[in-house]
């Protein structure tokens, strides 16, 4: 099995992004986390996304491990590892001077934007994400 490639996203920090202890505020951690989930779909997905369609989360849960703070350069590193069947599941680290600062899981929904439900993963979609490496099916 291959190890699947993840997609890089740097964002740079921001000082608003800063809390009064001075160091990276925990609700921006979640957008960070985001700008990685949207690489993402636009650079692996978005051309075997159906018309009509996006993603929607469903659940985030980060893990902080150590302290960020500004100035710097957030380095966020996004894999899908799971599919069910309209869910894909990312695992994402977040890397602040080299420093693992987050980890997250966030598990995303294909939606019908005007039908407003989920829908099935297409076999197209499935055949991107496997082309990529290593995943697992909850199917």
């Known amino acids: 099995m291959t190890t699947q490639s993840p997609i ?6 921001r000082y608003s992004d800063m809390d009064v202890l ?10 960070l986390f985001e700008a990685g989930r949207v690489a993402y779909v636009e ?3 978005l051309e075997v996304t ?3 369609l996006g993603y929607v989360v469903v659940r985030l849960s980060i893990d902080f491990k150590a302290e960020a703070r500004y100035p710097g350069i ?11 069947g309209s ?3 990312f695992k994402q680290t977040l890397h602040v001077g080299g420093k693992l600062s987050a980890a997250a899981e966030g598990i995303c929904a ?3 934007l005007k039908e407003r439900r989920a829908v099935r993963l297409p076999e197209m979609m499935r055949e991107r994400i496997a ?5 697992h099916s909850a199917e």
């Open 8 to 13: 890089i996203t740097e964002v740079t920090l």
């Open 74 to 84: 957030a380095r966020i590193e996004s894999v899908v590892t799971r599919l069910g």
């Open 110 to 112: 294909l939606f019908d």
């Open 22 to 31: 001075g160091h990276l505020n925990n609700a921006v951690y979640a957008s």
């Open 43 to 45: 650079q692996v997905l």
């Open 87 to 89: 869910s894909l599941v």
């Open 131 to 135: 082309s990529m490496g290593s995943l």
């Open 50 to 52: 159906p018309p009509g």
